[in-house]
């Protein structure tokens, strides 16, 4: 469960960071809206270092069907655009593969 809530808070802070840069340079905000974008990335960061994987590749690989999921529920609500059949699909597909990834049976060597 520690894994699934670091990597639903990383999802949360790195769509925020990201979204911060998105508004100031395609939506014309201020230059100011990086800040707490930069402070959100860095907790995205030190989030994803929190799961229970033990190598940083496999954490990233099984975080990044997470991140799609996240990105999608951000497009509905923060952008008020409902996902489609396509994007549900496809999500799921990467939550399953992100599943695989982290908690797949692995040798003991």
């Known amino acids: 469960m520690n894994t699934v809530l ?17 508004a100031w340079l395609r939506l014309g905000r201020s230059a100011w809206w990086t800040v707490p974008g930069i ?3 860095m907790v995205f960061a030190l989030l994803l270092t929190r799961t229970d994987a ?19 529920c951000w497009l509905w609500g923060v952008e008020q655009i409902p996902p489609d059949r396509w994007d549900v699909l496809g999500a799921a597909l ?3 593969g992100a599943a695989l990834i982290l908690w797949g049976p692995r040798p003991l060597a």
């Open 6 to 22: 670091s990597y639903a808070g990383a999802a949360l802070a790195e769509l925020s960071g990201c979204f911060a840069f998105w």
């Open 39 to 41: 402070v959100s990335l």
């Open 94 to 96: 990467c939550f399953v």
């Open 54 to 72: 033990v190598f940083a590749g496999r954490a990233y690989a099984a975080y990044g069907g997470v991140y799609i999921a996240a990105s999608l």
